[in-house]
């Protein structure tokens, strides 16, 4: 687990926060999220396809963390997990990791992927919050991207499926007010980030269409995000003593602060 250097933001103790469910915990956003809590004496349900991933991160963290792997998207599972460990936060994290051409060379599958995962997995948890629902003080920080912001053309049905996944954030977020829940949301909006597979392989899909290499592009990235970075970003979602209710945005970068709220649409 990399070790907080100078300029890197503070990372919050989650007191709200005795267990939570990361989900795509495996790689990237995820395992640094997963670690980030866990080192600030959170309990952790970590769920993602990818077995060895997990049971991997389980060696490092220690019992704090369980490991649960399975289909995040699974609606059955959703409902499952919250009745059976009763979170305060919930982490969205899981997606796919979407095929990276023009639009002319996609396939409706290849196009549509990110529905199917990213997507369905935000409405899956989302839904299963509000009907156990969770209790109130309780936190659902859910990872969208900021192709929702500015668009993907490489990335197919990429960008449009992470803006829905803001969009359910919103709509769920707006139900927990009107059912006087007590549970908060966060949207966040990270930027590229190389050390991450979908990062990576978005940086060189775009680099090559400018004819440049992956190095050339990333310098333009600079400061970059970095996933331990994203999980600070996280503990302080679910650490806001100003944020009680209602929804939050925030763009995700690596500089300064690394939070940039995003304007209010609605």
């Known amino acids: 687990m990399r070790h907080p ?5 503070p990372v919050p103790t ?11 915990a495996g790689r990237g956003f995820g395992r640094a999220i997963a670690a980030a809590l866990v080192a600030s004496g959170t309990r952790v349900v970590g769920i993602a396809r990818t077995a060895p991933d997990l049971h991997a ?7 704090a963390f369980t490991p649960l792997p399975a289909d995040a998207a699974d609606e059955v599972l959703a409902a499952d997990v919250l009745a059976r460990h009763r979170p ?4 969205l994290n899981a997606g796919a990791l979407p095929h990276l051409a023009p639009l002319h060379e996609h396939t409706w599958e290849s196009f549509s992927s990110a529905w199917h995962t990213d997507t369905r997995h935000v409405f899956a ?26 668009g993907s053309p490489l990335s197919g049905g990429y960008a449009g ?24 949301f966060t949207t966040l909006f990270p930027h590229l980030a190389p050390a991450t597979g979908v990062g990576a392989t978005a ?25 331990e970075r994203l999980a600070a970003a996280v503990l302080h979602a679910a650490t806001d003593p100003d944020h009680t209710r209602g929804l939050r945005e925030h763009v995700v970068t690596g500089r300064g602060t690394g939070l940039h709220p995003v304007p209010a649409t609605r």
């Open 57 to 63: 991160l389980r060696d490092e963290l220690g019992d």
């Open 14 to 24: 989650p007191a709200h926060a005795a267990r939570a469910v990361v989900t795509g």
């Open 125 to 150: 948890w989302t839904r299963a919050a509000l009907r156990a629902p969770l209790a109130p003080g309780s936190a659902v920080v859910v990872i969208s991207s900021g192709a929702a912001l500015g």
């Open 5 to 9: 250097v100078p300029g890197d933001p």
């Open 161 to 184: 499926a992470k803006a829905t996944v803001r969009f359910t954030a919103a709509y769920a977020a707006e139900e927990a007010e009107r059912a006087d829940l007590g549970i908060r």
């Open 88 to 91: 305060t936060l919930l982490v």
């Open 203 to 227: 940086i060189a899909a775009y680099a090559a269409r400018r004819g440049q290499d992956s190095a050339t592009f990333t310098t333009a990235l600079e400061p970059v995000l970095t996933p």
